[in-house]
């Protein structure tokens, strides 16, 4: 352990050093970002302008609509980014980048992320599974290299970390999770209230798409629950393809289901949107191979060929009674 932690604040101070080297600095995250994602990007620019304020400092990408509130993204069409440094956070591979056709445009990579390792990349890559959010990772390394951490990236931090550790109730919320949200709430009054209402507050129609969802989701003798939702369907709830992503976490205390899934087709975009959770059996190496990926016990995927659809409802049921077997 104590190899382990001399490595990682080696690795915080060879980040420091790069962002004092380079005056112009990029930052994306994955598509379809949730606030974790967005908190600690939009909370690393704010960092590093806390410190180092003549820095040029982009955060790229494009919003879901429910979080536009967070704050503003940049557009970054007309920049060189031949001398540029380029963050790539919560992000396990390449194909799931936002804004960024290629990272070898930039001078420099560094990655951040607490996934499972898809792709291998970076001229830096911090990749911790055990930490709760890369906001919680970015917050220890300000810490850790006493930096000033002001106000606005304090709420984007304390948004992720709230987001991702589902309010404190999921098992990798740890001591240290406790520690460094303890010191930032000391540090700056924040309107934790407004931030939890931004997070968890929901339209009538995503409500009510919820109670669709629970009514006719089907589940298997093995524990597998699942839901196609159609474009007639989201059009009658709002026609917001989001709505299914944000209710997947809802769906996360039934007796009979460990491993439920919805597929929302997305006309707009041309894709089939997947997201799953479990509550129990490993599931991200499913999503995996069919391109995406993301925690042990939360995954996702977006398909652009819709006959996956039936493949990956099979091996997510396969799943379910594998682990069933395993612990009767």
């Not at 806390?50 to 509130?69: C, H």
């Not at 087709?265 to 959770?277: A, I, Q, S, T």
Request: aromatic share 10%; proline share 2%.
């Amino acid at each position: 352990m104590i190899l382990q932690n001399r490595k990682e604040n080696k690795m915080k101070e060879k980040i420091l050093e790069k962002i004092k080297e380079f005056n112009t600095i990029v930052i994306s995250r994955h598509i379809g970002a949730d606030p974790d994602a967005l908190g600690a990007s939009i909370g690393l620019k704010h960092l590093i302008l806390d410190n180092f304020p003549k820095k040029k400092v982009y955060v790229i990408g494009v919003y879901a609509s429910k979080f536009k509130s967070m704050g503003k993204l940049d557009n970054i069409d007309n920049l060189d980014t031949s001398n540029a440094l380029l963050f790539v956070l919560d992000t396990p591979n390449l194909i799931r980048i936002d804004g960024i056709s290629n990272i070898n445009d930039f001078k420099y990579v560094i990655k951040i992320d607490h996934h499972p390792t898809i792709d291998k990349f970076g001229d830096i890559s911090w990749v911790d599974t055990k930490e709760s959010s890369v906001c919680q990772m970015i917050l220890s390394f300000a810490y850790d290299n006493n930096l000033k951490v002001g106000k606005e990236a304090s709420e984007k931090f304390f948004t992720g970390i709230v987001s991702d550790t589902g309010r404190f109730l999921y098992d990798y919320t740890t001591p240290k999770t406790y520690e460094l949200v303890s010191k930032l709430l000391s540090d700056h009054k924040i309107n934790t209230t407004e931030i939890f209402n931004m997070l968890y507050s929901r339209s009538l129609e995503e409500v009510r798409l919820q109670g669709y969802i629970e009514e006719n989701m089907t589940v298997t003798d093995n524990g597998f629950a699942y839901i196609i939702l159609t474009d007639d369907i989201i059009k009658k709830y709002g026609d917001d393809t989001s709505y299914p992503g944000d209710i997947v976490s809802n769906l996360n205390n039934i007796d009979e289901v460990i491993v439920w899934s919805i597929f929302t087709y997305d006309v707009k975009n041309d894709l089939v949107k997947v997201n799953v959770r479990s509550r129990g059996p490993v599931i991200s190496h499913i999503l995996e191979n069919y391109g995406g990926g993301g925690h042990a016990l939360a995954s996702g995927v977006r398909l652009k060929d819709d006959s996956k659809v039936k493949n990956i409802i099979k091996d997510l049921d396969k799943v379910c009674m594998e682990y069933n077997k395993a612990n009767d």
